[in-house]
């Protein structure tokens, strides 16, 4: 059975930085995509930032220059260094995997709280 857990929430002063993990496991196949979304109260889940195996990077226009996603394929593991927090930026961040076999198949975390506030 497959399990996706972030990790890294938290409170922070604006301009502050966070580093998300999320690792994921309960699967042989490879892990062909790895993203991180957020969804504030009320609004709906965005993308923040996804990474492919190969290491194809895409992000929110909001975050560029800002946040960066990297990954550890070994550890099947995503990051995300957030750097100037905004309180904009505060939501839930959740991560998703998909994996070779069924690569349109989507895993998500349960997600970790970021609040960015003074």
């Known amino acids: 059975q497959v399990q996706v857990v972030e990790s890294g929430g938290g409170l922070v002063q604006p301009g502050g930085s966070l580093r998300l993990s999320c690792a994921a496991s309960g699967s042989d196949f490879t892990i062909v995509f790895m993203g991180w979304y957020r969804q504030a109260p009320g609004k709906q889940r965005d993308l923040v930032a996804t990474?492919?195996?190969?290491?194809?990077?895409n992000y929110a226009d909001s975050v560029k220059g800002r946040f960066t996603i990297s990954r550890d394929n070994d550890k099947n593991t995503v990051y995300l260094q957030m750097n100037t927090l905004k309180p904009e930026d505060t939501a839930v961040y959740y991560c998703?995997?998909?994996?070779?076999?069924?690569?349109?198949?989507?895993?998500w975390g349960q997600g970790t709280q970021v609040t960015v506030s003074s």
């Open positions: 990474i492919t195996r190969s290491g194809s990077i």
């Open positions: 998703k995997v998909n994996y070779m076999d069924y690569p349109k198949v989507s895993y």
